[in-house]
């Protein structure tokens, strides 16, 4: 459409996709923007609005309209093949921070996932996921109490420690314990972020986010962990690779 926002919004595009912009850069304020194409703001708003909708950028309050980080990050799962962790499997630009970890009552779903009586204490570790600029997926994961003291009684450290150094990944950790994952089960649906997981993935309103559920088991079916990835819907995406026999 030729109007003067898509216009304005026409140039600042090129100039994201070309790389005068960077992932996690600022777009110029919106007072600037009026003075240099000589329109209402509104007219620059609207600009904004446009390059938001295609997931270009983020308007944050008290930053101003920062650019996203939108190359794909693809998660590829095959039974044959071992665990690997994020930053194995997304190379040297990736980060994997656990932001918190401790002891807390299970609510009532957490519990029905883990077969557990609602109340009984769980681990609950929040780790945000990152690729390039920014975080792209908030990964959420509870395990039972008991089978942390496992982890930690058998020398894997104290998973209810944020800043606890774990000698291995969790799934490792957990063989090592006595309770080896033997059998994963994963529900993939898509929603709207809610506020909070916007601003932590800098998600403008209109992109959707990538819910993954899991519950992991031992070999005698008890669940072992389970957790709740929350993902950038415009930048995952999952595949499966499943063994046929006939």
């Known amino acids: 459409m030729d109007t003067k926002y898509g216009r304005i919004a026409a140039e600042l595009r090129a100039a994201i996709t070309s790389g005068q912009y960077s992932p996690g850069d600022t777009l110029p304020a919106i007072p600037e923007l009026m003075e240099r194409y000589h329109v209402a703001r509104d007219t620059v708003r609207d600009a904004i609005r446009a390059l938001s909708l295609e997931g270009l ?73 990152s690729v390039g600029s920014g975080v792209v997926q908030i990964h959420d994961q509870w395990i039972p109490g008991t089978i942390a003291e496992a982890i930690r009684t058998t020398g894997g450290g104290d998973v209810a420690n944020a800043a606890s150094e774990l000698s ?57 962990e389970t957790s709740t990835f929350v993902g950038a819907g415009d930048r995952l995406s999952q595949s499966f690779t499943v063994q046929l026999d006939y």
Do not use: C, K
């Open 57 to 129: 950028v983020t308007p944050l309050r008290g930053v101003g309209t920062v650019v996203r980080d939108t190359s794909p990050v693809a998660l590829a799962y095959q039974p044959a093949a071992p665990a690997r962790t994020w930053s194995e499997q997304h190379g040297a630009s990736a980060t994997d921070r656990v932001m918190s970890s401790g002891l807390e009552p299970a609510d009532a779903e957490i519990a029905e996932r883990l077969s557990l009586a609602p109340g009984t204490q769980v681990v609950h570790r929040i780790r945000h996921q």
């Open 168 to 224: 291995s990944d969790l799934f490792t950790l957990l063989a090592r314990a006595g309770h080896a994952p033997r059998e994963t089960t994963e529900t993939i649906s898509t929603r709207i972020a809610d506020p909070d997981e916007r601003d932590i993935m800098a998600l403008p309103p209109e992109v959707p986010v990538l819910v993954t559920v899991r519950v992991t088991r031992d070999a005698a079916g008890n669940p072992v």
